[in-house]
């Protein structure tokens, strides 16, 4: 799987959609800007065999909120696998989308606008993908066993906790745009926490030793979708025809991330906006084909509220998310929420030493540029 990972980050570094998986050490780190990350999503401009080529876009011309093709996720490969009579081992299930993944790179659908192609569903605003991709990148950097390192029991499960606030900062940030985009603005986000909470493996996260905080976090981020979902509404965007196209895909991944959270412990009150978002679901009368496998079982499960329970539109904050998030930050925020103290990459080379397994920083070789602009990735 290793080779596979880095074939996949070759090819497509941010179209990919690679499966939950440990990455190499520190050892094995390279680093690379943002802009070169980018940059390899479009075609090698010195391949010499032109018919193996990708007909990928320039990605430097793609509007910010262009909603755009991407390639099937990993996650929904599994979900299927689940329901399958006969389902695959793991190894097959990666083998199928790595074929899949090349078919969909050579015909040049990924990245193309997705008004080009309706029967694509899989689909997202660009710029929540580049947010997603950057999420992607930066929950390896709170992870102590990519660097050859151990610090703390639980300190990549705190690691993604700040991140998941960050997501959520940058959200809140975004509700209060104006302007022809303003919309947009806020749902990049949330299409971009949907796909990440089912991308990156939550297992850390989910174990983590405070849960009373765990839970609380579950709760403000399917908060988080609500109200975004009552912003949609209050612009007539909950609708099968809406001009946010994946607004199924959104809902009906949150509803997988969280559909055996109960099971974990992480019930009543942490989960209370599921069947909220699953009203929403059925308001806007979307249909499964445009959202994740066994999506109509996961809106069942949720029991959805009757429609006429759902707020107004004309209410203003209806469910009470300023709120809900100086709650939050009341509760939780010691001294403030976010932030990168488990930013591996941000500790001095000396503290990384302190913690590496053969007492060496792990990063020793990439300069401090690359890793004060977050520019780290691993092969």
């Not at 990924?110 to 930066?138: C, M, V």
């Not at 991330?257 to 209370?272: M, R, T």
């Not at 591996?344 to 503290?351: A, F, N, Q, V």
Request: aromatic share 10%.
């Amino acid at each position: 799987m290793d080779a596979l990972f880095s074939r996949w980050h070759t090819l497509l570094a941010v179209a990919k959609i690679p499966p939950v998986k440990k990455q190499k050490t520190g050892e094995d780190a390279g680093a690379q800007t943002k802009e070169q990350e980018l940059e390899s999503a479009t075609p090698h401009k010195n391949d010499e065999s032109k018919d193996d080529k990708p007909n990928t876009r320039d990605i430097k011309s793609i509007p910010d909120y262009e909603y755009v093709c991407m390639h099937r996720p990993h996650f929904t490969y599994e979900v299927e696998n689940r329901k399958a009579e006969e389902p695959l081992d793991e190894d097959e299930v990666d083998d199928k989308y790595s074929e899949d993944f090349q078919k969909n790179l050579k015909s040049g659908i990924i990245l193309q606008p997705a008004k080009d192609h309706p029967e694509w569903k899989w689909t997202i605003l660009w710029a929540g993908f580049k947010n997603f991709s950057d999420y992607r990148r930066r929950s390896k950097y709170c992870d102590p066993d990519n660097f050859s390192m151990h610090i703390f029991n639980d300190f990549h499960g705190w690691g993604l906790q700040e991140l998941m606030e960050n997501q959520i900062l940058e959200f809140d940030a975004a509700l209060k745009k104006t302007g022809n985009d303003a919309l947009k603005q806020m749902w990049a986000p949330i299409s971009a926490l949907a796909l990440w909470l089912n991308e990156v493996d939550q297992g850390p996260f989910i174990g983590n030793e405070d849960g009373e905080k765990v839970g609380a976090l579950c709760d403000l981020m399917g908060t988080a979708l609500l109200r975004a979902l009552a912003a949609l509404d209050h612009a007539d965007e909950i609708k099968a025809d809406t001009s946010f196209i994946d607004i199924p895909l959104v809902i009906s991944s949150f509803l997988e991330w969280s559909n055996d959270l109960p099971a974990y412990g992480i019930e009543d009150e942490n989960v209370a906006w599921r069947p909220h978002a699953a009203a929403y679901f059925t308001k806007g009368k979307f249909t499964t084909d445009k959202a994740v496998p066994g999506t109509t079982e996961l809106v069942q499960d949720a029991e959805p509220t009757a429609q006429n329970e759902l707020p107004k539109k004309t209410v203003k904050d209806p469910w009470k998310w300023s709120k809900r998030l100086k709650d939050y930050k009341s509760h939780h925020g010691s001294p403030g929420i976010g932030g990168s103290k488990y930013d591996i990459t941000k500790m001095s080379r000396k503290e990384r030493a302190a913690h590496a397994f053969d007492g060496k920083d792990p990063l020793k070789d990439i300069p401090e540029k690359d890793l004060k602009e977050g520019n780290l990735d691993f092969d």
